[in-house]
């Protein structure tokens, strides 16, 4: 099959695979020297920061404000005029400019952070050959395990690296992007995916680790995300130690056996195992390790070390955000036990209710009131048709209830089918009150009865007749 290498694109199966790989820069908070680290092209570089800086000067570009984060952006493309990829005057410019906010915002809304993150955008690139993105944060060549600056400057709130950027990006703009937001065509990749991806590299998930198991950076730096490398069987940390080093083997690096032992991750991946790391049986650099066992994720990860063209991932999935808390993102939401709430509050989906309130949809009912649609029933009132039930009354045609009597209507709130429920959340969508259940079972049968005494009257006289 056509193939290119790592960096590349690669066709399997008549499905359009895209590596996402790590650029990454490593630097030293207290020393002169920053190494510069670029895994896909094992290219590494000193730079003194006594005499170099990085950062543009003057104002930002553009700012993001969100949730308590300031993002500074610095789009090199405007200020040198390359009129390709970020330039407001390129045809991707303005579309490129707005997934990017759109997914700092995503990412502030998560993490539930504060400060100020300086964020330079490269100049784009345009051959469609290497990578289709890459970023990176700084590490301090110190011995330890460390954060990044990207979240050392939001945890301490003093920038780490006076004259360089927390974050930075590359973007190579030669790819068939699809920069909306709505459903890629079947040979793109999706901006706002790979995007995501990026970011989180930056926010500290990578590894720095090399085909040796010595640091790419300096003797004894590891990340954070290293810590909770393990070896699956017995669970044996890879990193350990003060100074931490690798005390592995090298064939745990291609072992395809490596797990994260952190346990937000463990417990959000909710499959009773480690999720797995990606370590294939022959070490790609940028991709290994630092990254999920791609394709044995239960329901699959933003930080799988492909993307697969036609389909999206714009958000973490929850393996994602646990091992962002096991790394130190400690702001972001805890848990929400089952049982208490379906996704965002008590009830199906935001509130008490179905959706948003405490009923189905908005209110306690099932779209805006109490009922199922504006009332306490199932449109205004508490039952299903005229009574108190669906339109006005609380019955069902006459009466007090049938189907939907109590607050809820249809999903999971206080009273999803019936009444209030006897919990606050349910799987299956069936919140039943008992006393409003056994007078249905009831009705049901007296129902059942009149039915077929009715039916029998019908079929004497039709055979009298006969």
């Not at 045809?91 to 990412?107: D, H, I, M, N, W």
């Not at 189907?403 to 009444?419: H, K, L, P, S, Y």
């Not at 959340?425 to 056994?438: I, L, P, R, V």
């Not at 049901?444 to 009298?464: E, H, N, P, Q, S």
Request: aromatic share 10%; glycine share 14%; net charge negative.
């Amino acid at each position: 099959m056509p193939e290119k290498n790592s960096m590349g694109i690669k066709i399997v199966t008549g499905v359009a695979v895209i590596f996402c790989v790590l650029m990454l820069a490593e630097g030293s908070a207290y020393a002169e020297l920053i190494v510069g680290y670029a895994p896909d092209a094992d290219e590494i570089k000193l730079v003194d920061t006594e005499v170099d800086k990085d950062m543009p000067a003057g104002f930002p570009d553009d700012q993001v404000v969100y949730n308590g984060i300031t993002f500074n952006l610095y789009y090199l493309d405007l200020q040198n005029n390359t009129n390709v990829g970020f330039d407001n005057d390129a045809s991707t410019g303005p579309k490129a400019q707005a997934r990017f906010k759109e997914t700092l915002q995503y990412v502030a809304s998560v993490i539930n952070e504060t400060g100020t993150l300086d964020v330079v955008v490269n100049e784009s690139q345009t051959d469609g050959s290497g990578f289709l993105a890459a970023a990176g944060t700084y590490f301090s060549n110190t011995p330890g395990f460390q954060m990044g600056s990207t979240m050392s400057r939001l945890k301490n709130d003093i920038k780490p690296f006076n004259g360089y950027e927390e974050v930075y990006l590359t973007v190579d703009f030669g790819w068939n992007w699809y920069l909306d937001k709505g459903t890629p065509g079947f040979s793109q990749p999706d901006f706002l995916t790979v995007l995501l991806h990026e970011m989180t590299h930056s926010l500290g998930l990578i590894s720095l680790c090399s085909n040796t198991g010595d640091s790419v950076v300096a003797p004894n730096v590891y990340s954070m995300w290293d810590k909770e490398v393990v070896r699956r069987t017995g669970m044996f940390n890879l990193f350990v130690g003060t100074p931490p080093e690798f005390t592995g083997a090298l064939f745990d690096l291609t072992g395809q056996n490596l797990a994260f032992a952190g346990s937000e991750a463990f417990l959000r991946y909710g499959h009773g195992l480690a999720p797995g790391v990606y370590a294939p049986s022959t070490w790609q650099s940028g991709s290994s390790i630092s990254h999920w066992d791609t394709g044995n994720i239960i329901g699959g990860a933003v930080m799988e070390h492909l993307v697969v063209t036609g389909t999206t991932r714009r958000e973490w999935s929850p393996v994602d955000i646990g091992a962002l808390v096991d790394l130190g993102y400690t702001n972001i939401d805890p848990m929400e036990v089952e049982g208490e709430g379906a996704e965002e509050g008590e009830g199906a989906e935001e509130g008490e209710g179905a959706e948003e309130g405490e009923g189905a949809e908005e209110g306690e009912g099932a779209e805006e009131g109490e009922g199922a649609e504006e009332g306490e029933g199932a449109e205004e009132g508490e039952g299903v048709e005229e009574g108190e039930g669906i339109e006005e009354g609380e019955g069902v045609e006459e009466g007090e209830g049938a189907v939907i009597e109590g607050e809820g209507a249809e999903e999971e709130g206080e009273g999803a089918v019936e009444g209030e429920g006897e919990g606050e959340g349910n799987n299956d969508g069936c919140m039943c009150n008992k006393e409003s259940y056994q007078k249905f079972e009831i009705e049901k049968i007296l129902d059942d009865i009149f039915m077929f005494l009715l039916m029998t009257v019908v079929l004497a006289a039709w055979r009298r007749k006969s």
